[in-house]
Each structure stands twice: as C-alpha cells, then as structure tokens.
C-alpha cells in the first residue's frame, strides 16, 4: 500500500489544483479574455491527465535520464506562481496595475500565447515520437535539427517562458511579471543544463557543434 501512497498524493495535488485553475479561469472569463485560456487549460489537463502520466511512465528503452526529475521542482515554483497568482492579483489587488488594465494589454497577452501556442505546436512535430516531458534518452533517438530547432535548441522551453508571459501581460500582474525572471527562467536554466549534459553524452561531438551554431533559448543572447 505504501508504494501506492505518493503516486496517489501526486494525483490528488494535480487534481486540486486543475480545479483551482478552472475557478480562477471562471471567475475571470467575465472581465479578462485570457480567463478562458486558464478554464480550457484546466479542462484539458482535467481530461487528459490521465493520458499525459501513463505517457509519462512509458520509460521503456530509456538509455539515459534525470535523477530524481529534480528540473521539475525547481520549474514548479514559477509556473505555480504565473498560473494562480496573476488572475488571484486581478481579482483580488486591483490597484497595483490598475492603469493599464486595458483590453490592449489583454490582446497582447492573447497574442503572446498564441505565439507560444504555436511555437510548441512545431516543435512537437519537429520532434514527433521522441517528445517527452521528462528528460531521458531512448534507444533510437535522433539529434533533431529541423523545424524551430535550427533556430533554438530549446523551443518548446522558450514556448513556455512566452507563454507565462503571456498570461502575466493579460492579467497586467506584476507578480506574475517577476516570476518569470525570478523563478521560471532559472529553473529552465538548470534543466537545459541537466538535458544538456545528457544530449552531449549521448551524441557526443554532434552535439557540441549544434551547440555551437544554435542559441538555448534566446537568439544571440543566451
């Protein structure tokens, strides 16, 4: 019974908070266009979540991996914050962004996750069957360098900073704003680290010459 005891907690966590989320989006949808990406967000992880773990548990031919997925905790933070403490700073703290609460800032938040909407899109396709949100290498993987990945070694990872930007810019959240930078972009920044030192292991000098010729995660600076 033990070893079931944290999957259980796991699933029971995710769950509350795709409900949390589903109500932050609810109760936003009468005043901010970007509160139904947050309800359709929950919907989708509310119905597929079930899909995405068993996905996730597929470690069959895994040749290498993360330790522990401690990438994913240092990126938790940011994302938690983005996600929640923007729409609860739009309904709860009016005053610190009030001015610019406009339905421009609203539009350019939608356009922002649209943008990264998209880019995750073509990079999944890029990728095809080797997409996985762990990071781990399978027997037969390729070293992809086509669609966004000969512009970005990490595209669907910069979808992702968009797109939390996105969501912060729709609900003109300062808090939001600072997660980014604070919490999101560092934990990234480790996790690429992480994935990186995998993808040279496994590829070797390929891989240190695509590293050469291709930005992380953001063109000519980092």
Not at 113 to 137: D, Q
């Amino acid at each position: 019974m033990a070893k079931y005891g944290q999957p259980i907690v796991l699933i029971s966590s995710a769950y509350l908070l795709i409900c949390a989320l589903g109500y932050l989006g609810f109760a936003t949808t009468e005043s901010n266009l970007v509160g139904w990406f947050l309800l359709l967000t929950a919907l989708s992880y509310g119905v597929g979540g079930p899909f995405l773990l068993i996905n996730n548990l597929k470690n069959k031919g895994v040749v290498r991996q993360e330790n522990r997925d401690r990438s994913f905790w240092l990126m938790l933070p940011g994302f938690l914050v983005v996600f929640y403490a923007s729409p609860l700073e739009y309904l709860y703290l009016p005053g610190i962004l009030i001015t610019t609460r406009t339905m421009w800032m609203q539009i350019v938040g939608l356009a922002l996750i649209v943008a990264s909407l998209s880019l995750f899109a073509w990079a999944r396709w890029a990728l095809k069957g080797m997409y996985s949100g762990r990071i781990w290498v399978k027997a037969g993987h390729n070293l992809i360098q086509h669609g966004p990945y000969r512009f970005l070694r990490h595209p669907a990872y910069a979808s992702f900073i968009i797109l939390c930007l996105g969501i912060a810019v729709g609900f003109s959240s300062l808090i939001g704003l600072f997660a980014v930078p604070l919490l999101l972009i560092p934990g990234f920044i480790y996790r690429i680290n992480v994935e990186e030192k995998i993808l040279i292991a496994q590829f070797g000098d390929k891989y240190v010459q695509y590293t050469k010729s291709t930005p992380r995660l953001f063109p000519h600076i980092w």
